[in-house]
Structure formats: structure tokens, C-alpha cells
């Protein structure tokens, strides 16, 4: 398994949801290749963090210009609703 091999398979893999097969060379290359195992652990930190916060309340102007931000782009890209 190279890298974009990886990389292709990495959902799978982070949700534990990969053919046994494929796991060991996943592993296989992981052993050997430290930038894709950086990737994984980032990964893998990412979504502990996640499930483990709180939620953080955005500060209302923050928000104000959020939401025109997504209004806007979604005008642009599906038109303006009826």
C-alpha cells in the first residue's frame, strides 16, 4: 500500500470499518511511513476532541456574519428561494 492508497482508504480505516485484509497493510505502511501515521493521529485527536467538547457559543456579531456568508454563497450557487 503507497500513501494515496492510504489516503483513499483512511475513512474506513479511522471508523473501523475496513476489511481485515486492508487493515494489515494499513498497518503495514503506517509502521514505515511517518507522515501518514501524523496524519492518522491527527486525525484520531480530532475526533476525541470533538466528541469530548462542549459546545462554544459563537459571539453574535461573529454569527450575524456567518449567517450572511452562508446566504449569500448559497444564493450564489442555488439562487434565491422564493
Given at each position: 500500500m503507497n500513501c494515496d492508497e492510504l489516503l483513499k482508504a483512511l475513512n474506513d480505516y479511522v471508523d473501523g470499518e475496513i476489511e481485515p485484509g486492508v487493515c494489515e497493510q494499513f498497518q503495514d505502511h503506517l509502521a514505515g511511513c511517518n507522515p501518514c501515521q501524523v496524519v492518522i493521529d491527527n486525525i484520531r485527536k480530532t475526533i476525541t476532541l470533538y466528541k469530548a467538547g462542549e459546545p462554544y457559543?459563537?459571539?453574535?456579531?461573529?454569527?450575524?456574519?456567518?449567517?450572511q456568508t452562508l446566504k449569500r454563497r448559497w444564493c450564489e450557487k442555488f439562487g434565491a428561494a422564493s
Open positions: 457559543p459563537l459571539p453574535a456579531e461573529f454569527q450575524q456574519v456567518l449567517r
